[in-house]
């Protein structure tokens, strides 16, 4: 088997023996055209294995990429999207019918929360969403009815962990699907469907692109669960373009190296923010601190870029910090190469009310970082000098 950095280059990207050509081409056309008409509906129901007929179906270009998903997240096929959030509604929508209960956490990324919490239940359909980290509140949301369990581990922006072996044990004890928001921890870090989730889900926005220039987003599961995705995604419509595609392509290429630096700094980071007096808590699961490390070093292979601490003071002196970042700076999003600061009660958790975000552990001193690929001497003297000013 390849290294992740191998198959970062060359994984489903085979030398194109046609023209030479290093890269792959990037096949921006709407349709397919046919020599002969008794090739059509072949083409039609092989789902781009036969021969492609719309790119709304499938694309090549977009195809390899969605191989290169399945291969580093050890699922059969991948569906790719315009955006995470295309992804993880089409592929809730596949596996729910009239009278399916969804169990999830409460400490979910801001739309899918809309979704389970708000869009769904007005629909008609059944949630419960119970606090991320107590598996027992878990077992205790269970219906009957229950079809899909969903999680995000690790969780945004509290880094709390999920067991993802018994969270799918739980599932299919019940003949749901679990699905795993796996955007945090990225594929080098973390594989759920090696630990028997059903479906992964992926914001490529974030580390599977890494340079902050593109919303997408995917769907990776083995190939009868991904074809039920790709049909609900043919008829919802959110098909990625092979532009983007193509440009994921190329931000894989140093995604293994890339995000072995973000796990790196982020430990640096995190050790040098436990010591320090103007912080009162420090949320990553690398630290031994964190009350779940044991279950991090179970099922996770490095412990991400991602973290959050809590600054001594008041949400001023949080914004005081995140004004003061020279190097890092303020802004929504993660994984990219620049590191990122936030406040997530303004932020990405502005949706939640301030009973909601009390409940989830998010203070509005709570600040949130995103790593990227700058020297760690350089972040930590930034990080110094802007809790100096604080
Ligand atoms: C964990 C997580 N999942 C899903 C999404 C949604 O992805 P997108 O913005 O690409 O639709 C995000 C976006 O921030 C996220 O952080």
Do not use: C
């Given at each position: 088997m390849p290294g992740d950095s191998t198959k970062s280059v060359h994984e489903a990207e085979?030398?194109?023996?046609?023209?030479?050509?290093l890269t792959t081409p990037i096949y921006e056309t709407s349709t397919f055209g046919f020599?002969?008409?008794?090739?059509v509906p072949v083409a039609v129901a092989g789902f781009g294995e036969k021969g492609y007929t719309y790119s709304r179906w499938e694309n090549p270009t977009v195809v390899t990429l969605e191989k290169k998903l399945a291969a580093f997240e050890h699922g059969g096929v991948g569906a790719a999207f315009s955006s995470g959030m295309a992804a993880i509604s089409t592929a809730v929508f596949a596996f729910i019918k009239k009278g399916t209960h969804v169990l999830g956490i409460k400490d979910l990324y801001g739309g899918t929360y809309a979704l389970l919490h708000d869009i769904l239940p007005e629909l008609g359909f059944g949630t419960t969403l119970v606090e991320s980290s107590d598996f027992n509140a878990l077992e205790g949301g269970m219906?009957?009815?229950?079809g899909i369990v969903y999680i995000e581990?690790?969780?945004?922006?509290?880094?709390k962990l999920v067991d993802i072996q018994k969270a799918a044990k739980l599932a299919h004890s019940n003949g749901a699907v679990l699905m795993v928001d796996n955007t945090f921890a990225s594929p080098i870090n973390q594989n759920p469907l090696d630990f028997g989730a059903d479906v992964v889900l992926h914001s490529?926005?974030?580390?599977?692109?890494?340079?902050?220039?593109l919303i997408a987003g995917a769907a990776i599961a083995d190939k009868a669960n991904s074809h039920k995705i790709k049909m609900m995604r043919r008829d919802f419509g959110g098909t990625l373009d092979p532009i983007p595609a193509w440009l994921i392509l190329r931000g894989m290429k140093t995604m293994a190296i890339r995000v072995r630096q973000q796990n790196a700094t982020a430990m640096a980071l995190a050790e040098f923010l436990s010591t320090?007096?103007?912080?009162t808590a420090v949320n990553y699961p690398?630290?031994?601190?964190?009350?779940q490390h044991q279950l991090a070093k179970k099922q996770m292979k490095g412990f991400g870029g991602m973290l959050s601490f809590e600054i001594r003071g008041t949400t001023r002196d949080a914004m005081r910090f995140t004004e003061s970042v020279k190097t890092a700076t303020l802004a929504a999003s993660l994984g990219g190469v620049e590191t990122l600061v936030s406040q997530?009660?303004?932020?990405?958790?502005?949706?939640?009310s301030a009973k909601e975000r009390a409940e989830t552990g998010i203070p509005e001193t709570l600040v949130r970082v995103s790593i990227g690929i700058e020297d760690v001497e350089d972040l930590l003297g930034d990080f110094k000098q802007a809790l100096a000013a604080v």
């Open positions: 085979p030398f194109d023996e046609r023209t030479g050509s020599a002969k008409a008794a090739d219906k009957k009815s229950t581990s690790p969780t945004n922006p509290t880094l490529m926005t974030k580390y599977i692109n890494g340079h902050a220039d320090h007096r103007k912080v690398g630290l031994k601190t964190h009350p997530p009660y303004n932020m990405t958790h502005a949706q939640m």
